[in-house]
């Protein structure tokens, strides 16, 4: 029974960590333009991430629980050391304001326990570098390109088209639609990273794994999502906004993209990326 509650409650610590961190990501653009108030953005936040996890977030889930380290290697005790150790590691850094990936932090509390069995799946765990390394350099090229191309068009055709307030309407309400992207995307690879491990146990299945993981991300988003938002909110609305709809756009994409392959990718890192480029 003891066992059993640590391991719901390191799923609750990670899970909630994580989705306050995925608040700034996803809503940061839309609360810096006053798009939406701090409460609708944190509740957008809570129904998309709790979406992006059921809908989407089993093939991640499944190669955190399974995948690196066979699941039948995995003991409850072991997970829940996991799962706690990656947790801590993401709260320090969020309380040291220094970012932190959830999905780097998981995987690698994960390989930690394959390497201490002698067991570990050495071509997926490549596999899983191979598109930490390559997802912020195409985030990079596609905002890159996007702001040399496609927004001065843009820019040009709503002027000649639309009013002062038809392009601000507009406009808010991409921000918005890229926002509530960002936190489905998110929820559907980030919801891994709270329950992986204890479905590589055998504690709960993939499906309900899903579940649990998206709802911890959607309470740490009401929890400590506001707080966040009123900090990087402040500093994206710094950028403009039809960029920062192309920059949310395109790591929402990317995370996506990398959610349907099973693949766990740092959001904290393609959105950097992506504002560089």
Known sequence: MIIALAAIASAIFMGINIGGNNAAAAMGAAYGARARTKRQAVILIAVFSLLGAILSGEDVIRTLGEG??????????????????AAISLFIGNVLKVPI?????????????????????IQLLSKIVGWWIATPIIAFVLAYLSGKYIHPRLVVWLVEHESEAQIRSTIKKLLIVSGCYVAYSAGANNAANAVGPLVGAGFMDPGTGAIVGGLTLGIGAILIGGRILETVGTEIAEICTIRAIFIEAIAAIIVHSASIAGIPVALGQLVPAAVIG
Do not use: K, P, R, W
Not at 68 to 85: D, H, Q, Y
Not at 101 to 120: M, R, T
């Open 101 to 121: 990936s959830a999905s780097q932090s998981a995987v690698g509390a994960i390989v930690g326990i394959g390497i201490f069995y002698g067991i570990l799946d």
């Open 68 to 85: 690196i380290v066979s699941g039948n290697t995995i003991t409850l005790v072991a997970a829940i050391i996991a799962t706690s150790a």
